[in-house]
């Protein structure tokens, strides 16, 4: 099979074979096209306000004057809590919570306004349903800073009473303040981390389906000998010229999707478009490298999309995205280095969000060229498959 | 009486052709491989292996840097308090602006406390002092533990220097002027903000769904690729043969997930310590109708699969695109109402609202009845449509 003598019309050959087999198959638009499609409208309309706002939450004032009415008005104007309903009790609230009406309730207590005259410290309480852990901390925030301020309230005109400044009053309130900054994402804006790593995520999945399926469905269907002849027996002109519409196709869905981030939603691109679109290529070559090794190792069709399921499924987990990496058990950390999504999502997050010089992302770099070179080791156990292997049901 | 007879005997035939279905599917899903994979492997590693990855559940020790311009004792003891909290830990104490930079681009530290020179200064005059902290934004959960790490540490250190400020005044009076109302925040429900306990219900309902339309649609392409059919002498009279497939199937991959559901849902949580408020009787009468409407649904969309394999690319993407569309994360009321009106005709949306009520919230089914409705009529919605699609593949067929 080294010994080949196919030149770039044969490439062409099989380039154009490929090309007559993906306008016919309705799968490969699906995959190709209409999932990416999908995913990406799907997340950027789902999470476009970048964080959830309004959520409904509960009201319990058994004092009912007009300085609690009041307590409950501003807590309604935060932006991420919106009172829906009063309830009597807290058992009565802690069912609607149950029941998922609301993800918790703020709770004023009986002579609350006479106890805070009287100085003697009645306690606003808020409850929070964790389960939903970021409609929790949403309205947790909300809650718990409108407490504060309840009492700060209070406390700012005692003080002012006693002939004291603003300057002084912040100065006995809170003597350390913390001047937090998010590092290119001053709004803590989930749309951004949602979109710049679950996306390509879910790209690289059905970058990774879509090749293997291709590779092993023809040798389902037996026509893999037609292939190989085509491309006068070299591995390289065979899987280049037949792998080279998808990766055109995939870097376009890639960058266009960049581009609709970067510049239509105004996402941080702080290393520069250039950079992404090179990194967009190396995950797609990682990408379609990995699903070739892949089809060469697994005995058929249905094994080797079973095991690219898994291993992009998985990957969205041990990637890191949600929880980070360094704080999973120290195996894992290791393990992960396996899955290609890792190595782009690094990428990614050090180039795009931080915008760090590319000599710290060499690491990721050559993580995913090896994705990219694995087929060299798998060229002729495939080689020999589609030549003569028949279809195991 | 010959009439009784024949409705008795019409049963008998009917629980045997039950069997006999029951029996072939059972078959076909213990010899073929990628059932086999789908129904029994991944139902069994998912839940060890997410619980594994997420088992840490916060994010601990998370490595910082400190730039400490102001050299001070308060300042050195500000950076051994958040060194001993449990969120952060200090790898570097004494670092210049670009020291701490470089640590971050190395990935060696994921967030820079910055105190400013005039820190100690600001505090022995009385006044607000600032102290600037700048986190990593790549992963929110690390944006976290920086967050509380440092203002935890800012507060507890605040309200020392407090006491000290209010004692040149009467007890009374300090003690109001420190907080005349009191804050009390309380989480009814995975009191620990743990990662594993909050996304582990929601994952494992998923895998439930998906593992039957995964299985169900195999199993499905592969008859079809075989050209192999049931062979039920009842099955052109009219629709009788459809019911009776549907049962048979049904019966099947229900008695197979109902020891999976068992092992996923009750066992596995306890071996990780994750929540776990509910009671088998619960679990078993909640999970029933999902079971069903899972089964059912994956029977109809298995009629749309020609070939087997295009199944997993059809659907193995859809589970997280399923996973956010259910509100576990992305909270619902934030959710458009397209995408909401599409999550009510994927059984996962009722079934993982439903669990993680009676799972960490301790919910009986009277008070989620709206779940449980939802799940018995989506049952029947898809039990007719399972049985209009397998009609009219068989007709196809004969």
């Keep these: ?393 | 009486m010959e009439k009784k007879l024949n409705i008795v005997e019409e049963f008998k035939q009917f629980m045997v052709d039950v069997m006999y279905i029951f029996k072939e599917e059972l078959k076909l899903c213990i010899h073929d491989q990628g059932v086999l994979i789908f129904c029994f492997v991944v139902p069994l590693i998912y839940p060890l292996l997410y619980t594994y990855i997420y088992n840490n559940e916060v994010v601990h020790e998370m490595p910082c840097v400190v730039v400490n311009n102001s050299k001070s004792s308060l300042s050195r003891e500000y950076i051994r308090m958040i060194d001993a909290t449990p969120d952060l830990k200090v790898i570097s104490r004494d670092a210049n602006i670009d020291e701490a930079r470089k640590k971050m681009m190395e990935h060696k530290a994921w967030g820079i406390v910055l105190i400013p020179k005039d820190f100690s200064k600001k505090i022995n005059r009385g006044e607000q002092a600032f102290i600037s902290v700048y986190s990593d934004m790549s992963c929110m959960l690390n944006y976290k533990a920086m967050k509380l790490g440092s203002l935890n540490t800012a507060l507890a250190m605040g309200n020392r220097i407090k006491i000290k400020r209010f004692n040149k005044w009467d007890q009374a009076s300090s003690e109001l002027a420190i907080s005349p109302i009191k804050t009390k925040g309380v989480a009814l429900f995975n009191g620990s903000k743990g990662f594993a306990s909050f996304v582990m219900p929601a994952v494992l309902m998923l895998v439930i769904q998906q593992t039957l339309i995964l299985g169900i649609g195999l199993a499905a392409g592969s008859r079809r690729e075989k050209k192999k059919v049931f062979k039920l002498k009842t099955l052109n009279k009219r629709n009788k043969g459809t019911i009776r497939i549907l049962f048979g199937k049904a019966v099947c991959y229900l008695l197979i997930y109902s020891i999976i559901s068992l092992y996923i849902l009750y066992i596995a949580p306890r071996l990780f310590n994750l929540n776990q408020l509910t009671d088998i009787p619960t679990l078993f009468m909640f999970m029933l109708p999902y079971l069903l409407a899972c089964i059912f649904f994956a029977i109809t969309v298995s009629i749309v699969v020609h070939h087997r394999e295009t199944v997993m690319l059809i659907f193995v993407f859809a589970s997280i695109l399923l996973l956010f569309i259910s509100g576990i994360s992305w909270p619902t009321s934030s959710i458009p109402v397209f995408w909401r009106w599409v999550a009510k005709l994927f059984p996962s949306t009722q079934g993982i609202n439903g669990f993680v009520a009676i799972q960490n919230m301790g919910a009986d089914l009277h008070i989620i009845k709206k779940y449980y409705q939802s799940l018995w009529i989506m049952t029947g919605i898809y039990f007719v449509a399972a049985c209009l699609t397998t009609r009219y593949m068989n007709r196809r067929k004969s």
């Excluded at chain 1, 050959?13 to 990406?40: D, F, H, M, S, W």
């Excluded at chain 1, 915008?355 to 995913?368: A, E, P, Q, R, T």
């Design chain 1, 1 to 393: 099979m080294m010994k080949s003598k196919a030149n770039f019309s044969d490439f062409l050959n099989v380039t154009k074979r490929e090309c007559n087999r993906l306008v016919r198959q309705p799968v490969y638009i699906y995959t190709l096209i209409g999932a990416p499609l999908l995913v990406a409208i799907f997340f950027i309309t789902l999470v476009h306000s970048g964080l959830p706002q309004n959520l409904p939450i509960g009201l319990i004032d058994m004092d009912n004057t007009p300085t609690t009415r009041s307590i409950a008005r501003n807590l309604n104007a935060f932006e991420h809590s919106e009172i829906i309903a009063n309830y009597p009790s807290i058992l009565e609230a802690r069912e609607a919570v149950q029941r998922g009406e609301i993800y918790g309730f703020f709770y004023i207590p009986t002579n609350f306004t006479k106890d805070v005259s009287a100085m003697r410290r009645p306690t606003l309480s808020y409850y929070t349903n964790d389960s939903y852990i970021l409609a929790g901390s949403g309205i947790f925030v909300d809650m718990k800073t409108m407490a504060t301020l309840a009492s700060a309230k209070v406390v700012r005109s005692t003080l002012m009473a006693r002939g004291l400044d603003d300057q002084q009053i912040a100065g006995l309130l809170q003597p350390i303040s913390i001047d937090a900054h998010q590092i290119n994402n001053p709004w803590a804006s989930y749309a951004i981390y949602l979109c710049s790593d679950f996306v390509p995520g879910i790209f690289m999945l059905l970058f990774l389906l879509i090749t293997v399926y291709t590779i092993l469905n023809e040798v389902k269907m037996k026509t893999s000998r037609e292939w190989v002849l085509l491309s006068k027996q070299s591995m390289i002109v065979a899987l280049s010229g037949k792998l080279f519409p998808q990766f055109l196709i995939e870097c376009i869905i890639v960058w266009g999707y960049d581009y609709t981030m970067y510049f239509i939603l105004g996402f941080p691109c702080a290393s520069g478009f250039g950079v992404m679109m090179f990194g967009g290529v190396l995950m797609v070559l990682a990408s379609q490298g990995f699903a070739i090794f892949i089809s060469g190792i697994m005995p058929s069709l249905r094994m080797g999309i079973s095991t690219v399921s898994l291993w992009g499924i998985i990957s969205l987990s041990i990637g890191g995205i949600s929880f980070p990496l360094p704080a999973m058990a120290p195996p894992l950390q290791y393990l992960a280095q396996l899955f290609p999504l890792r190595h782009y999502i690094v990428f990614s997050n050090d180039q795009a969000l931080n915008g760090y010089d590319l000599k710290y992302s060499i690491w990721s770099i050559v993580g995913l060229c090896v994705f990219a070179l694995l087929p060299l080791l798998v060229l002729r156990v495939l080689y020999k498959r589609l030549v003569k292997a028949k279809y195991i049901p």
